[in-house]
């Protein structure tokens, strides 16, 4: 079974938008053991959209398309669905009293055009939205299927867990390919894809990395007779070779590996954030339940404030600024003893785009209070990409990803001294 | 002159990476006044990314691939343009001796799989990458002309700048289309249309809704003769029809407004943070400068921490639990007051993807304590889209949005009584 998608929206080919809901189906459909073969973007015409239904459909078994099916005028995927099936668009009566019963509950007036909404192209199938107005579509169309989905995401990933998938899926037969990704943090790709070479040379194995700001995912992928099996062989091998650096597998994030590891100790953490501006403190209530291990954080970005909400010395920050390794290891102390919680966890440094306190753009300090006298900081020298205002995201989320896993490895018991060796390992990598 | 661009790699098409690639260059391009017609995704295979690119160059003037330059095997885009070309792949020794010297700076040995970034299509032209290892590539064919660059972002974006963009727009002419985007917050879609419609209805006008949580973004495109002056006429109707919900235009954030306006009165503001973890102190970090404006934050997740760290009422606490109006209130006069801001903005509310202490998924109360004795209270009541995690991250951030609105409009000079009635109009539009 093979899928191609089309996204329809001038917005996309603009970049006021990222396509999300491609790569959402992209996941949804692998998942499900349905190959997506190719992706395709087209604007708000008419004409592109049929041509481009066309092409995929003599690729492709089916096409899913997102997007076009509101009631502003520039939404025209009913449309050409009807153009390419030769047929007309007929107004559905029952579609038209559910549309006018939702805006009367509302106690609005209907807005003509919302009618379009209403509009069929003869012969669809009506796929049940409910969690919107507009419903999908299916249209057979020349030995192959359309489904025409909204582009609102939350009503396309609706229709597609409640319809789509459900129908793909029965057609799609046994698994021929069996995928997992591993994650880790504070490696290199480069240095991943070295130490990893012995896995690329078993066969029908396929490593793929996938590097995020200080994130590395290894996706491997099985293809061919004992899929299963030849896929847990793999990771069993990529864990060995990559060791403390490997944190998780699947969605599994940083943050909720956090969590569990406190939660195993019966500990909580409370943060303290300067550059990172409250990131750090999102991601980990980011994390349903978090309340649990997380206490709780103080936002202390400028100067003046890591003094007045966390006691780190002012004669400290007037010599020598905010950017310094004793300023870590103060903020991390005095959130934990601020909050009482059993963990304190700060960093403090330069997310640019200009220096600070003669700091360079990318010097970062994190610190680390443990529940008795451990005190650690760590200075993860990052790398700066790109220029201006993208420099300032990347930093921070870097910054983000080096205290999580400084608190997960401390976590795991890996030993001080070896956090603070893979983070010198780490500086020489990157030259 | 139509450009298409083609994103090469599996892992977007398994929707392992969002295409942000693609948005990015349709944005850049779209400023020069160059116009992308398609944007296509293909995985790691030699034989489709050839037929794509023959397939683009049927109906653009120029392709722009990024991704499968690196190093590792699954890296065929210089093997696939080559095929394209009908000619072979040579290693370039100047390249050559770059890698080497580039690694041995490093102190690392080179991998032998590096070398394939030495590698060239004959009669290809290097585009310098001053941000990383593998050159971009310019190969002429068939009449047309493709763009070979990087995935690595910052080293896509940097050719893009320093190469690519100015080449195609010296070939683009004098922009026959302007386009500006006006950003509100507060209002829904269709409601925006509704008011809009003669604006929908002047001649050579367009206009597209793009919502985010809580915001929608209205871009203005004005096409053929006079299209600046024309534009300019448009957003001067937009303004005048969206009155106090349009917050600004183009990239500027609702973020930078608050840091503005605070500015401007010389103030600054405190955050006190529930369900949100974090994301308001974020978002008014992002904006650099901004510790003039912005003193801290307190990120009270636990309930026990609105007492602890900022004074709230246990009693309160105990009898109504952490999701209260009062509570909200004594959070934005506590954080206030503890850090000594000008203002005090506070949030606390369910996020999901379970009700709290008896309240519904998306109940949220936003408190700004002003200077004086201002004390506000909203409760925006937030539609629940979707399901299980995914409203979580769209109630935390439609929250960051209406807590920054709330202070962007007091700010700005509405008086209370409205912001208290657009807030209640908002809940009666959500039905």
Known sequence: MRVELLTVGDELLLGDTINGNAAWMGRRLAE????????????????????????????????????????????????ALAK????????????????????AKAGRDLQPMALRMADVPEGAALLRNSAGSAPGLRVELGGGVVYALPGVPSEMRTIMDEVVL??????????????????????????????????????????AYLPDPAEVKVRITAAGGAAQERLAEAEG???????????????????????????????????????????????????????????????????????????????????????????????????????GAGYGLAVTGV??????????????YVGLAGPGSERLVTAPRLPVPGTGMEIRAVIRRMTVVHALELLRRVLAGVAPEDVARDAREDREERG
Do not use: N
């Open 84 to 103: 390419a099936a030769g047929v007309a668009l007929v107004r559905d009566p029952a579609l038209e009293a559910r549309l006018r019963e939702r805006v």
């Open 351 to 364: 997310a640019g785009p200009d220096p600070q306190d003669g700091r360079p753009v990318g010097t970062v």
């Open 32 to 79: 499900r053991g349905v190959e997506v073969t190719r992706s395709v973007v087209v604007g708000d015409e008419p004409d592109v959209i049929v041509a481009a239904v066309e092409e995929a459909l003599g690729r492709a078994d089916a096409v899913l398309t997102t997007g076009g099916l509101g009631p502003t005028y520039d939404d025209v995927t009913r449309d």
């Open 237 to 339: 091998r990529v864990r060995a070779l990559l060791g403390d650096a490997v944190y998780g597998t699947g969605d599994e994030s940083l943050a909720s590996v956090v969590h569990r590891l406190l939660g195993e100790r019966g500990a909580t953490v409370a943060v303290a954030e300067s550059l990172t501006g409250g990131l750090i403190g999102a991601e980990l209530t980011s994390v349903p339940g978090s309340s649990d291990t997380f206490a709780g954080g103080a936002v202390t970005y400028a100067t003046s404030m890591k003094h007045r909400m966390l006691g780190v010395d002012a004669g400290l920050l007037d010599e020598h600024g905010a950017v310094h390794p004793e300023v870590a290891r103060q903020m991390a102390e005095g959130v934990r003893d601020r909050l």
């Open 166 to 207: 459900p129908e793909l899926a029965a057609g799609a037969g046994p698994l021929a390919v069996a995928r997992r990704t591993v994650r880790t943090a504070g490696l290199w790709e480069s240095v991943i894809a070295a130490r990893l070479a012995e896995v690329e040379a078993m066969p029908g194995i396929r490593l």
